[in-house]
């Protein structure tokens, strides 16, 4: 692990490990760079990776501060998000509409008959492709989806229509890339990357959208509370 990443790990993991009340600060750049026995420059690259995922704020004159909220996320660092729009750009690959299939129907509450949108794009971040994302919609609550939203943010569109978003259910599953998408992404055939398959769903509980995600340059970083009650069956005999 380089240096920069070891000291933003091991913020983050003491970031997280204490709650005292109260607003709190990180130690100044040359504190940690002592502590680390690294330059202050490599203090300076781990603190902006921090304040690019929303853990802590730099305010000028005044220190770098911890922001108590991000705390309420098990989800601390996802690559996915971490970037800012400007750095981030969607490219359509297709877009068309089709009768869902039973699995859909059952996702999404539909008749057979009720059709939905199916599309692929291309996600850019620093105008290198790393993701191929395949999405469903239905295509009565969104009947005017097009390029346009597409290639924005998707989320921002779903507001804009006066839905509320509540969360999403979301699974990982490591994959290598096969050759269509190898094309896609311009990179190597068998290359590793992250099948992430999400459910967006609204308040209420209605599902909005199902994508299927393939990316090559993901990581991420959780908070998981230690589950006591799930140790205990794990380690029930099986049939007792």
């Known amino acids: 692990m380089k240096k920069k990443e070891f000291v933003t790990q091991d913020l983050l993991s003491k970031i997280y490990q204490h709650a005292s009340p109260g607003p709190r600060k990180l130690p100044p750049e040359r504190q940690l760079a002592e502590e680390y026995g690294v330059s202050r420059f490599t203090i300076r690259q781990a603190l902006e990776k921090l304040v690019s995922i929303g853990v802590v704020t730099i305010i000028q004159g005044s220190g770098v501060w911890i922001n108590e909220q991000a705390r309420n996320s098990p989800l601390v660092y996802n690559s996915i998000t971490e970037k800012h729009f400007d750095r981030i750009a969607f490219r359509l ?25 199916q599309f692929c794009r291309l996600r850019l971040v620093d105008n290198r492709k790393v993701q191929i994302e395949t999405s469903r919609m239905p295509v009565k609550d969104f009947p005017d989806l097009n390029q346009k939203a597409i290639e924005s943010s998707l989320q921002q569109y779903v507001l804009s229509k006066g839905y509320r978003i509540s969360h999403l259910l979301t699974s990982y599953q490591a994959v290598v890339i096969n050759k269509e998408q190898a094309q896609l992404l311009e990179c190597k055939k068998g290359l590793p990357a992250m099948q992430i398959r999400n459910r967006g769903i609204l308040e209420g509980g209605r599902v909005f959208e199902i994508s299927d995600i393939v990316d090559i340059d993901y990581s991420c970083t959780y908070v998981i509370p230690f589950n006591h009650d799930n140790l205990a069956r794990r380690r029930v005999p099986q049939g007792v």
Do not use: A
């Open 93 to 117: 690959v297709s877009l068309h509409k089709k009768l869902p299939d039973r699995d859909e129907q059952q996702v999404f509450g539909l008749n057979e008959d009720e059709f939905i949108w």
